[in-house]
């Protein structure tokens, strides 16, 4: 493979970002590019215990059902997202965009976003989880989080990534099932969250009823003795180490690029010069991982049943708006990582778009991009017949207006080329490593349920 402009190695902080944009002709924009990543960028991470979160991860014992995994909606054979636009959840079968709704059991609707990738997330620099940030580090607070439940509920997570596991398992949609469905689902529903019979605790009785569980557990945790002694916090604290592990990523061709060690593939330095000039997309994709963790509305098209509360009717999704109340978040959302964003499609808080090219080209116009919608960009599997439809906000001028209206970047010029030009450099973000995994996907898990692998 040819390659080009093999940057100098050495330093990479403001003023080796200005000598390395000096050293390849002043194309890329001098302090725009990032200092390569290293090992103090992350958590160290304790091996037992990532060994353990790696079968939670991917068993469903944890799913009110029992047949929905993490891995379900985050398998790194659709570069740990899901391949579709809005995941089905519970009432679900098979995987990815072969993923299609149970007859006997048909979900209520589809999951209102997209299922994030999780590329690096338990890096330091992370402030936030989710799309709106619900989930955010805040010292002032009692554990150092604030997250939409009460503070006393985040005692025992080691980390912001470990607490967010707190709330897919008890969404209807997502992993807890529906109404009187199983024990999950039914403390769900009455509101027990926390308490001995609370939904969490109840998890963690599967869990800790499982031989093979309660040993692993006292091998990795010292304050184990037992498995009375396993609390849902436990098993949070091991996902959130597994992932740390498996889904680290910066050993892409971009991170050997800015140690000095090689030089970009052949056509991707134009999208490097776009990305970090001209194009601005390093106004918001800033940073080691291509993103300033910050929201910003970018005129998405809204797919879907939307955000809403349950008594709310409509399908609208207002973003960031939702936490904060402030007028000046509606509809925006947290700025994605790019790392290994080829893998990762479709793309949008929605997966509005399922081609990257497409989806950039829309991006340099937001406002355009909206109103020219075309709705065969997602990828959206058959749902049951009297579900709503995916389209309400779509379909209702006055919603689409609304979006628009809150965009506030300016729109940028891009042809063909340059948009060709930026995927090449996009490209350069995909982690060989990272994909082949460290862990990888377990043959099998201890509650004996079927593995979630597409194969």
């Given at each position: ?20 944009a ?6 890329a ?17 304790d091996?037992?215990q990532?060994a ?14 029992r ?6 909606c ?7 997202s ?13 995987l990815?965009p072969?993923?299609?709704?149970d ?22 620099e992370?402030?936030?989880m ?17 997250t939409p439940l009460d ?6 997570f080691d980390?912001?990534?470990a ?24 403390a769900v ?27 692993a ?5 010292p ?34 690029y800015?140690r000095?060690?090689?030089?970009l ?18 106004g ?13 509305a ?11 509360a ?5 399908a ?13 978040d ?11 964003v ?6 949008g808080?929605?997966g ?16 355009a ?9 997602a990828?959206?599997?058959?749902m049951p ?26 729109p ?11 995927v090449?450099f996009?490209d ?10 460290r ?17």
């Amino acid at each position: 493979m040819k390659t080009t402009r093999k940057p100098p190695p050495g330093r990479r902080g403001p003023i080796g970002a200005a000598l390395l944009a000096a050293s390849i002709g002043g194309m890329a924009s001098a302090g725009d590019l990032p200092p390569p990543v290293d090992a103090a960028a992350y958590p160290a991470i304790d091996m037992a215990q990532a060994a353990l979160g790696q079968l939670l991860f991917y068993d469903p014992i944890l799913s009110g059902n029992r047949e929905v995994a993490c891995a379900t909606c985050h398998h790194p054979k659709f570069g740990t997202s899901d391949g579709v636009s809005l995941a089905i959840g519970d009432g679900g079968i098979g995987l990815g965009p072969d993923r299609r709704f149970d007859p006997d059991n048909p979900p209520e609707q589809r999951i209102p976003r997209n299922a994030q990738s999780l590329w690096n997330v338990a890096a330091f620099e992370y402030h936030t989880m989710f799309h709106d940030g619900r989930v955010e580090r805040d010292d002032s607070k009692l554990g150092g989080m604030r997250t939409p439940l009460d503070d006393d509920m985040l005692q025992g997570f080691d980390s912001m990534l470990a607490a967010q596991t707190m709330f897919p398992v008890l969404s209807g949609d997502e992993m807890a099932g529906h109404i009187r469905e199983n024990e999950i689902s039914v403390a769900v529903r009455q509101g027990i969250l926390t308490g001995p019979d609370g939904a969490w605790a109840r998890i963690a009785r599967r869990v800790a009823d499982n031989p093979a569980y309660a040993e692993a557990f006292t091998a990795a945790y010292p304050g184990i003795a037992g498995p009375g002694d396993i609390r849902f916090t436990d098993l949070s604290n091991a996902i959130a180490a597994f992932i740390g592990f498996e889904f680290r990523s910066d050993t892409a061709p971009f991170d050997a690029y800015l140690r000095g060690e090689a030089g970009l593939p052949e056509g991707a330095q134009q999208g490097l010069d776009l990305f970090y000039g001209r194009a601005g997309c390093s106004g918001c994709h800033s940073g080691p991982f291509q993103t300033d963790h910050e929201f910003h509305a970018m005129g998405m098209p809204q797919i879907g049943p939307g955000k809403a509360a349950k008594f709310e009717s409509g399908a609208r999704d207002e973003g960031r708006f939702r936490v904060t109340g402030d007028p000046a978040d509606l509809f925006a959302f947290r700025t994605p990582s790019l790392r290994n964003v080829a893998l990762t499609a479709p793309y949008g808080h929605d997966g509005a778009y399922a081609d990257l090219a497409a989806f950039i080209a829309a991006h340099a116009d937001p406002v355009a991009g909206l109103r020219s919608y075309l709705r065969d960009s997602a990828i959206l599997p058959d749902m049951p017949a009297g579900t709503a439809s995916d389209w309400m906000v779509m379909d209702d001028p006055a919603e689409v207006e609304a979006i628009a209206a809150a965009v506030t970047v300016q729109p940028v010029t891009l042809n063909a080329e340059d948009v060709a030009a930026l995927v090449r450099f996009l490209d350069t973000l995909t982690d060989p490593v990272a994909i082949t995994g460290r862990l990888g996907v377990p043959d099998a898990v201890p509650s004996g349920l079927p593995v979630p692998n597409p194969g």
